[in-house]
């Protein structure tokens, strides 16, 4: 009688369980990838959750009609997000200053003085805030889009840490009015970052020197910044302080407002000096308000604990995914 051979399982059911075998490994393979994946997308967005683009918002307006009346806006609303060379683009073409300040046309009759003011505090999000920083900024920038006979709002003007605001503006003018500018001079406050200005006023109580000095039927363009922490008014103050000025020249005066605010992730000089010089007697009262230096903190402990607890759930989950050995459960003894 010859032996029996030895035939080890394989059936169609050890196939069939070979094959499950695969499948659940491989799914167990992909949904640990795709954990990966997650991760590394959280890590790319971190840098995003510290410290969130942060935008600043414009306004122009003007007393007076001037330009075609294709210009004849009144509270016009842009919610497109503006860069500083966009913005100044659009202001020459949907805000008519290509009439008041572009050589190519000659329509500047209605207009005396171009005054571009750049903040440094505002941003988006604080013009409809219960907390704003500044609410005589907000009051004076409000009553002045409401009450004006042109009028116009960008809420999203981007930021360009490599460049200054008012400078982005100015060059944004000079290359989109194709022939150059046609202003008789451009005074900027010596708190601005200006390529190009040929005339530099000491400060805002210059501007009235510029104003009671202006020749009839030439256009000046007039920049004005806010200080640092010398400046002894607030900027609503000194926007406000403008304003009057302008009003009680008689000049004919059309103004853009545009802010660059501080990113929320970093501290201005100034307001970590006065950070570390408060001391304990200067210390405000329990019901006083959240400040900037206040606000700063917040946002970047907001940011921070989010990155952290998204990490938390993305970590124990992958672990958990490593650790389950799924094929093992569909794996037959084999027979010696």
């Known amino acids: 009688m010859s032996p029996r051979a030895d035939v080890s399982p394989s059936g169609p059911s050890t196939v069939v369980l070979e094959r499950r075998s695969r499948s659940a490994h491989l799914e167990g393979m992909g949904r640990i990838?795709?954990?990966?994946?997650?991760?590394?997308?959280?890590?790319?967005?971190?840098?995003?959750?510290?410290?969130?683009?942060?935008?600043?918002?414009?306004?122009?307006?003007?007393?007076?009609?001037?330009?075609?009346?294709?210009?004849?806006?009144?509270?016009?609303?842009?919610?497109?997000?503006?860069?500083?060379?966009?913005?100044?683009?659009?202001?020459?073409?949907?805000?008519?200053?290509?009439?008041?300040?572009?050589?190519?046309e000659q329509l500047n009759d209605n207009m005396d003085v171009a005054v571009v003011f750049v903040g440094r505090k505002l941003q988006t999000s604080d013009i409809s805030s219960t907390k704003q920083p500044d609410p005589s900024l907000i009051d004076i920038l409000k009553l002045s889009f409401t009450t004006s006979n042109f009028s116009m709002a960008f809420p999203y003007v981007s930021i360009d840490e490599q460049e200054m605001l008012e400078n982005s503006l100015v060059k944004?003018?000079?290359?989109?009015?194709?022939?150059?500018?046609?202003?008789?001079?451009?005074?900027?406050?010596?708190?601005?970052?200006?390529?190009?200005?040929?005339?530099?006023?000491?400060?805002?109580?210059?501007?009235?020197?510029?104003?009671?000095?202006?020749?009839?039927?030439?256009?000046?363009l007039i920049v004005l910044c806010s200080g640092g922490s010398e400046e002894s008014q607030s900027e609503g103050e000194a926007l406000s302080n403008v304003v009057n000025m302008l009003k009680q020249s008689g000049a004919k005066y059309t103004i853009l407002y545009a802010s660059k605010p501080y990113r929320t992730t970093q501290y201005p000089?100034?307001?970590?000096?006065?950070?570390?010089?408060?001391?304990?007697?200067?210390?405000?009262?329990?019901?006083?308000?959240?400040?900037?230096?206040?606000?700063?903190?917040?946002?970047?402990?907001?940011?921070?604990?989010?990155?952290?607890?998204?990490?938390?759930?993305?970590?124990?989950?992958?672990?958990?995914?490593?650790?389950?050995?799924?094929?093992?459960?569909?794996?037959?003894?084999?027979?010696?």
């Open 269 to 336: 000089a100034h307001l970590a000096a006065r950070f570390l010089a408060e001391s304990p007697q200067s210390q405000p009262s329990a019901n006083s308000t959240c400040d900037g230096v206040c606000q700063i903190k917040s946002s970047l402990l907001e940011g921070i604990f989010v990155a952290i607890v998204l990490l938390i759930i993305l970590i124990s989950g992958l672990c958990c995914m490593i650790g389950i050995d799924t094929p093992s459960r569909f794996e037959t003894p084999q027979e010696s």
């Open 172 to 220: 944004g003018f000079v290359e989109n009015c194709g022939q150059g500018l046609g202003v008789n001079q451009i005074a900027y406050l010596d708190s601005c970052s200006l390529d190009g200005g040929n005339k530099k006023l000491e400060g805002l109580h210059s501007v009235h020197d510029i104003l009671a000095s202006r020749i009839s039927g030439k256009m000046d």
């Open 33 to 104: 990838r795709a954990v990966l994946l997650a991760v590394v997308f959280l890590a790319a967005e971190i840098p995003q959750l510290l410290g969130s683009p942060v935008t600043g918002p414009a306004f122009l307006w003007s007393p007076q009609h001037f330009g075609s009346s294709n210009n004849d806006n009144k509270e016009f609303v842009d919610y497109r997000t503006f860069s500083p060379k966009d913005l100044a683009k659009s202001v020459l073409s949907e805000g008519g200053w290509s009439n008041v300040v572009c050589t190519r």
